[in-house]
């Protein structure tokens, strides 16, 4: 992360990246009370509490809520920042892994995985590569609970749980040199993912589509087409007939068939995204990034944040009911700046 704010930063700000958030707002004590100590989403009772004591109507109120938790949303510098790291790691391990495995008899012959298992020398080169790996995904399992929490965390908390103790199992029981097959096939992609992202971050459109369905066509073909038919095929059918039975190939296999079922998973969001996109008769316009990743957005929105007013139940009221009165009494209402919608 060191990286990500002494190399990454300077770029950003280099490619005028935005450096603010999501707009901030209005200072509130008691909206900021309720939303730190009770509820972060009010419920229509609530609602219509606040609303009597502050003197707003609750649509404002409700708008409020979604400025002061988009707040806490991490701003597209951040976010850039985040992307070139994670770029630079894929590309670097990808690099790596390639250059290694092309060493390697097993990357051209996929039945000298089990050729004189288990008694396998472990390289120094693999080792680093496998630690290196794992380092990274156990960084990135508990960095989730340190970022904002996204909808879709779950299914990207039990990728990440699988993927840790798939490299970890493998490694324990000298599975290393399938393992490396399965480590450089899934970094392929996210290459491109990453590129694709920093490049909607900098509003390079066109860019930024090209990277993405190229992102896409590398993700299918690599999870849906190579990854089971190259890997699944040799742990499934290969191994098997190598060495026969053992209780550590159906505990690895069941934990790479549980993530092909999240490639597919992925797989149909990708399509969908295309497929709606496509459908629109948008070209040029749209964000393909934004259409897959809708449940995944980082910024909550809707169709009235352009009106950012408060409109207050009596207009012609001169008191605010928080406490402050007068020309001056502007504590419970908010400015008239329009919100941060990210595109």
């Given at each position: 992360m060191i990286m990500?704010?002494?190399?990454?930063?300077?770029?950003?700000?280099?490619?005028?990246?935005?450096?603010?958030?999501?707009?901030?707002?209005?200072?509130?004590?008691?909206?900021?009370?309720?939303?730190?100590?009770?509820?972060?989403?009010?419920?229509?009772?609530?609602?219509?509490?606040?609303?009597?004591?502050?003197?707003?109507?609750?649509?404002?109120?409700?708008?409020?809520?979604r400025q002061r938790r988009n707040q806490e949303k991490p701003s597209t510098l951040r976010k850039f920042c985040e992307s070139m790291w994670r770029f630079t790691f894929y590309l670097y391990i990808f690099t790596y892994g390639v250059r290694f495995l092309k060493k390697t008899p097993w990357l051209w012959n996929t039945r000298q995985c089990w050729s004189g298992y288990p008694y396998q020398p472990l390289m120094p080169d693999l080792h680093y590569y496998y630690i290196v790996e794992l380092s990274f995904y156990w960084s990135l399992m508990f960095s989730q609970f340190i970022d904002v929490k996204r909808k879709d965390f779950g299914i990207m908390f039990t990728h990440h749980i699988v993927t840790v103790t798939l490299i970890t199992f493998s490694y324990v029981t000298n599975l290393t040199r399938v393992g490396t097959l399965i480590l450089c096939l899934h970094d392929a992609a996210d290459i491109v993912l990453e590129a694709a992202k920093m490049a909607n971050y900098c509003k390079c459109q066109k860019l930024s589509d090209l990277l993405f369905l190229t992102f896409a066509v590398v993700f299918i073909v690599s999870r849906l087409g190579i990854y089971p038919l190259w890997i699944l095929n040799t742990t499934l059918f290969e191994l098997y007939e190598a060495l026969g039975n053992f209780p550590a190939l159906w505990v690895f296999n069941v934990l790479l068939m549980v993530l092909q079922i999240l490639h597919c998973f992925w797989s149909y969001l990708i399509i969908k995204a295309a497929y709606k996109a496509i459908s629109k008769g948008k070209a040029g316009k749209w964000n393909p990034l934004h259409v897959a990743k809708d449940a995944r957005s980082d910024v909550e929105s809707s169709s009235d944040e352009e009106e950012t007013v408060p409109r207050s139940k009596a207009p012609h009221s001169a008191v605010a009911t928080n406490g402050t009165s007068g020309a001056n009494g502007t504590n419970g209402y908010l400015t008239g700046a329009t919100s941060s919608e990210e595109h």
């Open positions: 990500a704010w002494f190399i990454a930063k300077p770029c950003a700000l280099g490619l005028k990246v935005q450096a603010n958030g999501p707009q901030k707002a209005q200072p509130n004590a008691i909206l900021e009370k309720v939303f730190t100590a009770i509820t972060k989403h009010p419920d229509e009772k609530r609602l219509e509490g606040l609303s009597k004591q502050l003197d707003w109507d609750v649509r404002s109120i409700q708008r409020w809520f």
